[in-house]
């Protein structure tokens, strides 16, 4: 069971332009997010995370977005530079778990386009 | 410098081995976790540790073993039992279960090969 889904497994989008990758989960017991980015042998990185009781937590060029009610996240990153090609994971934690185990998406491969 | 790191990299293993993986970290987490990643598939956790002499299977824990002997680290075997175990493993790191949220630091990774 799929607890953490990123339906698009690629994204292409030109140098410059929004990025908008999206994440859908079912456990409404999750309430704390992230987003990792990963290049090829390599470990995931942090990015930016938002917990439940927001809806918007923005870093830099990066912006989560959190609609609890459709239990979907999005990460937009604007401008797209050629260096944010990488795989973007997102993850969810339900606290209440007490160990707090991260539950991943599959991944979505962004190119950006020159 | 601190930080996670695995060793080794790149390991090829003859089918009907065992392996195991080497994490150790210096940044006095508490928590520690390995994942395991397939083309398509995600990171998906294999075990955990909270506390020293303490650990948890995680969803895919069938074919391999950890110890949490020290603080700084967390090996993982992956024995014969394991039916397919040829993928990319990484180790990670949490500040500990008494911190809500918080981010995982996760290491470069080791590449197991089964030939």
């Known amino acids: 069971d799929q607890q953490v889904k990123q339906n698009s497994p690629s994204l292409s989008v030109q140098e410059g332009r929004i990025s908008i990758l999206n994440c859908d989960y079912t456990?409404?017991?999750?309430?704390?997010f992230l987003w990792y980015k990963k290049y090829p042998a390599e470990g995931p990185t942090f990015l930016i995370s938002?917990?439940?009781?927001?809806d918007k937590n923005e870093d830099g060029r990066f912006t989560v977005f959190l609609n609890k009610s459709a239990k979907h996240l999005s990460l937009h990153i604007v401008p797209s530079q050629p260096g944010d090609s990488a795989v973007y994971f997102c993850?969810?934690?339900?606290?209440?778990?007490?160990?707090?185990?991260?539950?991943f998406g599959q991944g979505t491969r962004l190119t950006i386009n020159p | 410098d601190g930080g996670i790191t695995q060793s080794p990299k790149y390991l090829f293993r003859k089918e009907g081995q065992n392996v195991t993986l080497s994490c150790e970290q210096n940044?006095?987490?508490?928590?520690m976790y390995w994942y395991r990643q397939d083309p398509g598939q995600g990171l998906r956790l294999i075990y955990y540790?909270?506390?020293?002499?303490?650990?948890q299977k995680g969803d895919i824990a069938e074919g391999y073993s950890v110890s949490r002997e020290k603080k700084e680290s967390f090996p993982l075997t992956v024995t014969s039992a394991q039916k397919n175990p040829t993928a990319f493993y990484l180790c990670?790191?949490?500040?500990?279960?008494?911190?809500?949220?918080?981010?995982?630091?996760f290491g470069e990774g080791s590449r197991l090969t089964v030939l």
């Open positions: 938002i917990s439940s009781i927001k």
């Open positions: 456990n409404s017991m999750f309430d704390y």
């Open positions: 993850a969810a934690s339900a606290s209440a778990r007490g160990a707090q185990k991260l539950v």
């Open positions: 540790s909270q506390i020293v002499n303490d650990f």
């Open positions: 940044l006095n987490h508490d928590a």
């Open positions: 990670a790191t949490r500040i500990g279960p008494g911190v809500k949220g918080g981010e995982l630091f």
